[in-house]
């Protein structure tokens, strides 16, 4: 079973030991057990053989997303509503009403936003 990824697929691969950093890039081409990838004008050419992983990217993690929003939205509220609490401008049970609501307004926002996640492929002929 052969692996297909078409050029300009952007992907990031994990080499094996010792060079374990991780590349990331676009495909320039994938041929048999070579793939070559390019990024910011640096070439790179792995054998598939010598990859401990391989990464395309893949769709939306709206569950990151959600994440993200709604720990961004409590910060914030967090902050400035513990802020006017401090000064009495506004009741303890008022700010822990506010960070809930925010909290999800933001991680509904981050949901919407949400950022591409990676989806790993099995590389072909390794069994793991």
Do not use: Q
Not at 56 to 66: A, I, M, Q, T
Not at 70 to 97: E, P, Q, W, Y
């Amino acid at each position: 079973m052969g692996l297909t990824i078409t050029p300009g697929t952007e992907i990031r691969v994990t080499p094996r030991p010792p060079a374990t950093s991780r590349v990331r890039g676009r495909v320039v081409v994938l041929a048999r057990d070579t793939i070559v990838l390019r990024d910011v004008g640096t070439v790179s050419r792995f054998a598939l053989a010598d990859l401990l992983a391989l990464e395309v990217r893949g769709g939306e993690d709206k569950r990151r997303g959600f994440l993200i929003g709604a720990g961004v939205a409590t910060g914030i509220t967090g902050i400035f509503g513990g802020i006017d609490a401090s000064k009495g401008r506004i009741s303890n049970d008022d700010l822990i009403g506010t960070i809930i609501v925010n909290a999800l307004i933001g991680g509904l926002v981050g949901y919407a936003f949400a950022p591409k996640g990676w989806e790993r492929l099995p590389l072909p002929g390794i069994e793991r």
